[in-house]
Nanobody, 120 residues
Framework: QVQLVESGGGLVQPGGSLRLSCVASGSIRSIYTMAWYRQAPGKQRELVAVINSGGNTNYADSVKGRFTISRDDAKKTLYLQMDSLKPEDTAIYYC??????????????WGQGTQVTVSS
């Protein structure tokens, strides 16, 4: 079994910063693409940022220059550094990993989500 656990969400004032983490555990052989998504109330889930196994990154236009995605493969951990936060960044943030298990099977796995609220 594979489990992803996010942490680091919370309440922050506009202009503030937060750092999200997502730790993968279980029967993992390799982690390929890792990504952060978010879902605001009444809206569809959207891709925020993605990083592949080579370290190449891509960001949604709305977060470019403010958010930084990174990964530590030794720790099986994905990060999202969020700076200059805006009220419109308020959402539940989910991590997603594309993982190969010890059996060789590959699949997408999701975390349970962590709430980020940007408000004064």
């Amino acid at each position: 079994q594979v489990q992803l656990v996010e942490s680091g969400g919370g309440l922050v004032q506009p202009g503030g910063s937060l750092r999200l983490s997502c730790v993968a555990s279980g029967s993992i052989r390799s982690i390929y693409t890792m990504a952060w998504y978010r879902q605001a109330p009444g809206k569809q889930r959207e891709l925020v940022a993605v990083i592949n196994s080579g370290g190449n990154t891509n960001y949604a236009d709305s977060v470019k220059g403010r958010f930084t995605i990174s990964r530590d493969d030794a720790k099986k951990t994905l990060y999202l550094q969020m700076d200059s936060l805006k009220p419109e960044d308020t959402a539940i943030y989910y991590c997603q990993d594309y993982i190969a298990t010890m059996t060789g099977a590959t699949s997408d796995y999701w975390g349970q989500g962590t709430q980020v609220t940007v408000s004064s």
